[in-house]
């Protein structure tokens, strides 16, 4: 599974070559804590790549959530809207945000993969 990892914390499943999914990593939400609410986007919004895509509260601070690479919202996670704390127990798989069309699918070769994350992480 083509899964990449942005400097802020997020993650995005390319495994479909024109929709990806987008969620927070372990480590950002060891970070902020238990998760009590996600601010999520409008479905048909479209962002640039680095732009605010919405906000995530926990009890300890709020983050905002970057857009990876530049997208339309297509569908968002209704159950973590129910569940914020899908986040904390399972933000890779279904603590996930959203998922977009992607705009341009070359924005993908500037992300990294899990061993230069896991490097970024460590030396955090």
């Not at 986040?87 to 945000?97: C, I, K, L, M």
Request: aromatic fraction near 8%; glycine fraction near 6%.
């Amino acid at each position: 599974m083509p899964v990449l990892y942005t400097t802020d914390h997020e993650w995005i499943d390319t495994s479909d070559a024109t929709l990806a999914t987008v969620g927070i990593t372990h480590h950002a939400q060891d970070a902020l804590g238990d998760v009590v609410f996600v601010d999520l986007p409008a479905l048909g919004a479209s962002f640039k790549k680095g732009d605010v895509a919405g906000v995530v509260e926990s009890v300890k601070a709020a983050a905002d959530l970057y857009m990876p690479v530049a997208g339309e919202v297509v569908e968002v996670n209704e159950a973590l809207r129910a569940d914020p704390s899908l986040a904390n127990t399972d933000p890779e798989a279904s603590g996930w945000f959203f998922k977009l069309k992607l705009a341009d699918t070359t924005e993908t070769a500037a992300l990294m993969d899990r061993t230069a994350y896991d490097e970024i992480v460590k030396n955090a």
